[in-house]
């Protein structure tokens, strides 16, 4: 008999989970997204596996210390199915809510070995993968998978495996591994994958507010949302939806609010130890995204990224969030026109 899915926060509202993002969802980040009543639960960045592979430390340490209450699912990535069964087998000493396999990161490096967003290529190495980690993984097997690789010419082929091997939960992320991070969601191909597998289906992709959420949930059928990229820029996007979904006015920050929450990052996911010039740039790295609802044009977003210590970064953002704009409220959308500039999302896939 297979594992029930984990419960949301709130009984009756539908789950919403927070994205795997490698160099993001760590323990760090984890922590401060768990204290302002953040998602239903957690997939960890992945776990690469291959012959020589053992589990990441510091991945282990985010199912370890993330201190959430929450249940994390363990995100592995890989093709070769002896050593995926050891890595099931090694996680299994860990507090995991289950495990998760990776078909869809799109960075040229990983999907040339066949691995992620590669899989999706070969429905026949997929057929042979979920049946071992299925038969192998005690609880809990889930999926996150892309619609395909550059088109959707095995899309009802991979979900007619998802359905054959019993997979317990689907996650859609609605672009091919070509659309990267940036091509129009394909929502529909999302509500195709709900109709399609007998198991709950989760929608991901530009999940922008708990306005969009609700509208998508709608459209889709899906059971849940994930949110990424907009759950860096608005972390109390989480409580704002199940309060939308409870008839609840929903939580209203202001920039204080954020500023307390970049100091937060700063001092939880930009480690001490680094030299202050690449703490700052571990830390510009969330700001590309949190800029994104500063002001309209754009001028945080371009005075922040021109600062070189911590210590002037910080200065940069009491400048544009307290004083006279302390009590402003934080928009829950972008504002329209502004990018976050990732600069490795290009070449890397899966690198902020
Ligand atoms: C910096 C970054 C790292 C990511 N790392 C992973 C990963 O380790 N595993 C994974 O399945 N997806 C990864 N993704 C994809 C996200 O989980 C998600 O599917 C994608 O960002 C779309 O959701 P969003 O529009 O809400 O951000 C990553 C995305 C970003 C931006």
Same mark, same amino acid.
């Given at each position: 008999?297979? =594992?029930?899915?984990?419960?949301?926060?709130?009984?009756? =509202?539908?789950?919403?989970?927070?994205?795997?993002?490698?160099?993001?969802?760590?323990?760090?980040?984890?922590?401060?997204?768990?204290?302002? /009543?953040?998602?239903?639960?957690?997939?960890? /960045?992945?776990?690469?596996?291959?012959?020589?592979?053992?589990? @990441?430390? !510091?991945?282990?340490?985010?199912?370890?210390?993330?201190?959430?209450?929450?249940?994390?699912?363990?995100?592995?990535?890989? /093709?070769?199915?002896? !050593?995926?069964?050891?890595?099931?087998?090694?996680?299994?000493?860990?507090?995991?809510?289950?495990?998760?396999?990776?078909?869809?990161?799109?960075?040229?490096?990983?999907?040339?070995?066949?691995?992620?967003?590669?899989?999706?290529?070969?429905?026949?190495?997929?057929?042979?993968?979920?049946?071992?980690?299925?038969?192998?993984?005690?609880?809990?097997?889930?999926?996150?998978?892309?619609?395909?690789? %550059?088109?959707?010419?095995?899309?009802?082929?991979?979900?007619?495996?998802?359905?054959? !091997?019993?997979?317990?939960?689907?996650?859609?992320?609605?672009?091919?591994?070509?659309?990267?991070?940036?091509?129009?969601?394909?929502?529909?191909?999302?509500?195709?994958?709900?109709?399609?597998?007998?198991?709950?289906?989760?929608?991901?992709?530009?999940?922008?507010?708990?306005?969009?959420?609700?509208?998508?949930?709608? @459209?889709?059928?899906?059971?849940?949302?994930?949110?990424?990229?907009?759950?860096?820029?608005?972390?109390?996007?989480?409580?704002?939806?199940?309060?939308?979904?409870?008839?609840?006015?929903?939580?209203?920050?202001?920039?204080?609010?954020?500023?307390?929450?970049?100091?937060?990052?700063?001092? @939880?996911?930009?480690?001490?130890?680094?030299?202050?010039?690449?703490?700052?740039?571990?830390?510009?790295?969330?700001?590309?995204?949190?800029?994104?609802?500063?002001?309209? @044009?754009?001028?945080?977003?371009?005075?922040?990224?021109?600062? /070189?210590?911590?210590?002037?970064?910080?200065?940069?953002?009491?400048? !544009?969030?307290?004083?006279?704009? =302390?009590?402003?409220?934080?928009?829950?959308?972008?504002?329209?026109?502004?990018?976050?500039?990732?600069?490795? %999302?290009?070449?890397?896939?899966?690198?902020?």
């Amino acid at each position: 008999m297979s =594992t029930p899915l984990p419960d949301p926060q709130v009984a009756g =509202t539908r789950p919403s989970v927070l994205a795997p993002m490698q160099d993001v969802t760590t323990t760090g980040f984890m922590r401060v997204i768990g204290r302002r /009543e953040g998602p239903d639960w957690f997939v960890t /960045e992945y776990f690469r596996v291959h012959e020589s592979s053992t589990p @990441e430390k !510091h991945i282990v340490d985010s199912l370890l210390n993330h201190g959430t209450g929450r249940p994390v699912f363990a995100q592995l990535i890989g /093709e070769d199915t002896p !050593h995926m069964v050891r890595t099931i087998k090694l996680l299994q000493k860990y507090p995991i809510a289950g495990i998760d396999l990776n078909m869809g990161c799109p960075a040229p490096k990983v999907y040339r070995k066949n691995v992620g967003g590669g899989l999706l290529r070969d429905p026949a190495k997929i057929d042979e993968l979920l049946g071992v980690m299925r038969a192998e993984t005690p609880g809990r097997f889930t999926v996150k998978m892309r619609i395909g690789f %550059e088109d959707q010419r095995h899309f009802d082929a991979i979900l007619a495996l998802v359905a054959k !091997h019993q997979v317990d939960l689907l996650t859609v992320h609605g672009r091919t591994v070509k659309g990267l991070y940036w091509s129009e969601v394909d929502y529909a191909a999302i509500t195709h994958a709900v109709k399609s597998v007998p198991c709950p289906v989760i929608a991901n992709g530009d999940v922008t507010s708990s306005a969009k959420a609700q509208r998508l949930l709608a @459209e889709t059928g899906a059971w849940g949302m994930m949110m990424g990229r907009h759950a860096i820029r608005n972390p109390w996007v989480f409580q704002q939806w199940r309060a939308v979904q409870q008839g609840r006015e929903p939580f209203a920050p202001t920039l204080g609010d954020v500023r307390q929450y970049i100091q937060e990052i700063a001092e @939880e996911c930009c480690d001490q130890a680094m030299a202050v010039d690449r703490q700052a740039g571990r830390l510009k790295k969330f700001l590309n995204f949190i800029g994104l609802s500063i002001d309209t @044009e754009g001028r945080f977003l371009f005075e922040m990224r021109r600062t /070189e210590t911590m210590s002037d970064l910080l200065k940069c953002c009491d400048a !544009h969030l307290l004083g006279a704009r =302390t009590t402003e409220r934080y928009p829950e959308e972008p504002h329209r026109g502004l990018i976050a500039r990732p600069t490795r %999302e290009t070449q890397q896939g899966c690198e902020l």
